[in-house]
């Protein structure tokens, strides 16, 4: 199973990476993004590709 990693502290709450998935995994928070559904992340990488602050570290593979 693959989730992104968000580092919280670099976060932004830009919201890029929310509209940049394709699959719902992640929702805004009041202070950063959050992984509200990470079983159905594709691992594409869009996510960490968007961020334009870097916050996504890696696409875990559990
Ligand atoms: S890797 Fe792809 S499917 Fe997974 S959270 Fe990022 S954009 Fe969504
Ligand atoms: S794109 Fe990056 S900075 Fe913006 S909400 Fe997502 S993780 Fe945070």
Request: glycine fraction near 8%; aromatic fraction near 0%.
């Amino acid at each position: 199973m693959a989730h992104p990693v968000i580092d919280t502290d670099e976060c932004i709450a830009c919201g890029v990476c929310v509209d940049a998935c394709p699959a719902d995994v992640l929702t805004l928070g009041d202070e950063h993004a959050e992984v509200s559904d990470g079983d159905s992340c594709v691992a594409c990488g869009s996510c960490m590709e968007a961020c334009p602050a870097g916050a996504i570290t890696e696409i875990a593979e559990d």
